[in-house]
C-alpha cells in the first residue's frame, strides 16, 4: 500500500486543521492506520490509531479530547481532525498502515507499522 498524507498548513492557537491520508492498492479495510508526529530534535512518537473496521480508537494523552481519527472505506482515505490545535502540536505528520488480522488491533509504536506516508508539515503560531 502507498500513503499520502495531505492538509497540514499554517494556523493560530485555537485553530483547526484537517489531515487526509490516501491509501493506494487494494483492500484498504484490511489495514490498522495511525498518525504519528515528528517535531525537529524529537522521536517521531504516536498520536492516534484506528482499527481496520474503524470502530475502535485510540489517542495519544497530548491530544486527548482535541483530537479524532476516522475512515472512510469508499475512499480509502483516513482523516485527523484537529481542534484547538497549541503551538506544541507542530510538527510533521506522518500517517501509518499495517495490515490487521483481528478487528480489533491497534498500533501504538513505530514499529508496529511497515508503510508510511511522506508527512506533511503542521505549524501551530502563539
Known amino acids: 500500500v502507498q500513503l499520502q498524507a495531505f492538509g497540514g498548513g499554517l494556523v493560530q492557537a485555537g485553530g483547526s486543521l484537517r489531515l487526509s491520508c490516501a491509501a493506494s492498492?487494494?483492500?484498504?479495510?484490511?489495514?490498522?492506520m495511525g498518525w504519528f508526529r515528528q517535531a525537529p530534535g524529537k522521536e517521531r512518537e504516536f498520536v492516534t490509531a484506528i482499527t481496520r473496521g474503524g470502530r475502535v480508537t485510540d489517542y495519544a494523552d497530548s491530544v486527548k479530547g482535541r483530537f479524532t481519527i476516522s475512515r472512510d472505506s469508499a475512499r480509502n482515505t483516513v482523516y485527523l481532525q484537529m481542534n484547538s490545535l497549541k503551538p506544541e502540536d507542530t510538527a510533521v505528520y506522518h500517517c501509518?498502515?499495517?495490515?490487521?488480522?483481528?478487528?480489533?488491533?491497534?498500533?501504538?509504536?513505530?514499529?508496529?507499522?511497515?508503510?508510511w506516508g511522506q508527512g506533511t508539515q503542521v505549524t501551530v503560531s502563539s
Open positions: 501509518a498502515a499495517v495490515v490487521s488480522r483481528a478487528f480489533n488491533y491497534i498500533g501504538r509504536t513505530t514499529g508496529e507499522y511497515p508503510y
Open positions: 492498492g487494494r483492500s484498504f479495510s484490511s489495514y490498522a
